[in-house]
């Protein structure tokens, strides 16, 4: 069974760095690309950016490129998702979702991992 | 960047009902079209791609059409776990993704 596990909820203030992550399983972890996709309180859908694990390959949104870091580590089947200085603005509930391999829709979505930055 | 629209922004329809809702690409993405499920407090779903396509355990009373600008999703007869926010994504223009801003389905 394919299954993507993200981390845990995090509360964080402003200016500090932060790491989420998304595990993969139940399938050839390297060779499907994962992405990243963020909805903000009552907001829609917003693609971030995709990693392809086997030779770290990523392609960013222009929304989103310089304002976080998407990486994979293919030994531990993970991706992470990285900011090194957050703002308010990036309060948001984040999706981890694997790519069809050769095809560009999101067939397995993890459960999600709220952050929230407040001072 | 290619925009797409959902239209309406809110349905509402009584179960047992039909519900057919639209998506616009601001220009052709051929048949590159995913549709999304989302319950309230859940994650998306994947419903359909390329256009028409179910995806795998998605119910036969979805289904889609369409292709170039212009989409459709229609379920044939609501069910209570039908009510739900749903989302057009155009992957024509990959690695440049987008979603529409979602059409919510509820319940007359």
């Known amino acids: 069974e394919v299954q993507l596990v993200q981390s845990g909820a995090e509360v964080k203030k402003p200016g500090e760095s932060l790491r989420i992550s998304c595990k993969g399983s139940?399938?050839?972890?390297?060779?499907?690309?994962i992405g990243w996709v963020r909805q903000m309180p009552g907001k829609g859908l917003e693609w971030m950016g995709v990693?392809?694990?086997?030779?770290?390959?990523?392609r960013y949104s222009p929304s989103f490129q310089g304002q976080v870091t998407i990486s994979a580590d293919k030994s531990i089947t993970t991706a992470y998702l990285q900011w090194s200085s957050l703002k308010a603005s990036d309060t948001a509930m984040y999706y981890c979702?694997?790519?069809?391999?050769?095809?560009?829709?999101?067939?397995?979505w993890g459960q999600g991992t709220l952050v929230t930055v407040s001072s | 960047e290619i925009v797409m629209t959902q239209s309406p922004a809110t349905l509402s329809v009584s179960p047992g009902d039909r519900a057919t809702l639209s998506c616009r690409a601001s220009?052709?993405?051929?048949?590159?079209l995913a549709w999304y499920q989302q319950i309230p407090g859940q994650a998306p779903r994947l419903l359909i791609y390329?256009?028409?396509t179910r995806a795998t355990g998605i119910p036969a009373r979805f289904s889609g059409s369409g292709s170039g600008t212009e989409f459709t999703v229609t379920i044939s007869s609501l069910q209570s776990e039908d009510f739900a926010v749903y989302y057009c994504?155009?992957?024509?223009?990959?690695?440049?993704?987008?979603f529409g801003p979602g059409t919510k389905v509820d319940i007359k």
């Open positions: 979702v694997r790519q069809v391999a050769s095809e560009y829709y999101f067939d397995y």
């Open positions: 139940g399938y050839s972890f390297s060779t499907y690309w």
């Open positions: 990693i392809y694990p086997d030779d770290s390959d990523t």
């Open positions: 220009q052709s993405v051929s048949s590159n």
């Open positions: 390329d256009a028409s």
């Open positions: 994504q155009q992957y024509n223009n990959w690695p440049r993704v987008t």
